[in-house]
């Protein structure tokens, strides 16, 4: 971020990207918040030596630049406020004999998040233009996603000729069905999934199997792979009289598995459903 585009910036309205902090001699404390929030959102800009007042700002400049930059890139580098070590890229722009400092907070990959300060409730998400505490159960999916990262992403030793040939050509109808235009229609099962990201370079990725794989692929690839519904009377386990009045315990793949549960809904749930060609519900009554 140049100059100019600071300036741009500064005459927004408001940014998800941005924020702003006085800083006038020492680092706010507030800062931490926004370092935590950026760090597990999608990154962004902290600046050092503007008010804001509403929705008006003022360049009141960082009186000690050096140590105030040096003090905070050094409390982010060495690990012992956060439970990550956070790189920040660094700027310093002076206007009118006033020094502003710009820190630039890299959102961190899933394997680094949770991203916080002194304890876990310390773990801040960004929401448009401002920093909120992370839920227990933000906070649970980021530990989650962390535990599995882009496992989906991952190329596999599996091929084509590797997965269920039904779920692909059922799959293919109901795209047809419901995108009867796209040009992916006219690709071949090898560009198509290819396009989907089902293929990489002829192997198939984790997400492919989990997707299109067949009961022995996918329990030999993946250990205890096994997808549980179960129907319960209530909105928790706590609530409800029995543990659960229905259960689906699959082996087979996402897609074929989503269609067995499905099934369940316009039999079993008290509402009236419209369903659609490409069997899935049309309205919310």
Not at 189 to 197: M, P
């Amino acid at each position: 971020m140049n100059k100019s585009e600071l300036i741009k910036k500064l005459e927004d309205i408001e940014w998800e990207d941005f924020e702003v902090k006085e800083a006038k001699s020492e680092i706010p404390k507030n800062a931490w918040t926004t370092v935590s929030a950026f760090s597990n959102t999608a990154g962004g800009w902290l600046i050092f030596g503007v008010s804001k007042k509403g929705k008006s700002y003022n360049i009141i400049g960082v009186s000690n630049p050096e140590k105030v930059e040096q003090d905070f890139t050094t409390i982010l580098r060495n690990g012992t406020k956060f439970n990550r070590k956070i790189t920040v890229n660094s700027k310093k722009y002076n206007f009118d004999a006033k020094t502003v400092l710009a820190f630039y907070i890299p959102q961190q990959s899933p394997r680094e998040k949770p991203v916080y300060f002194n304890s876990q409730k310390n773990t801040f998400i960004r929401t448009g233009s401002g920093d909120q505490r992370a839920t227990q159960e933000e906070i649970e999916s980021f530990y989650r996603n962390s535990s599995y990262g882009e496992k989906d992403k991952e190329i596999s030793k599996y091929h084509l000729e590797d997965l269920d040939k039904t779920s692909i050509e059922k799959y293919r109808n109901y795209f047809m069905n419901v995108n009867p235009g796209h040009r992916y229609n006219e690709l071949t099962n090898t560009e198509f999934l290819h396009k989907l990201g089902v293929l990489v370079k002829g192997k198939v990725t984790f997400g492919g199997l989990l997707v299109f794989g067949t009961e022995d692929l996918l329990m030999e690839a993946i250990t205890n792979y096994r997808i549980e519904y179960l129907e319960i009377s209530g909105i928790s386990y706590e609530d409800a009289p029995t543990r659960y009045s229905f259960r689906i315990s699959s082996e087979q793949n996402l897609w074929t598995t989503f269609f067995d549960i499905y099934e369940r809904f316009p039999k079993k749930i008290d509402i009236p459903f419209k369903m659609v060609a490409a069997g899935f519900r049309d309205d919310n009554p």
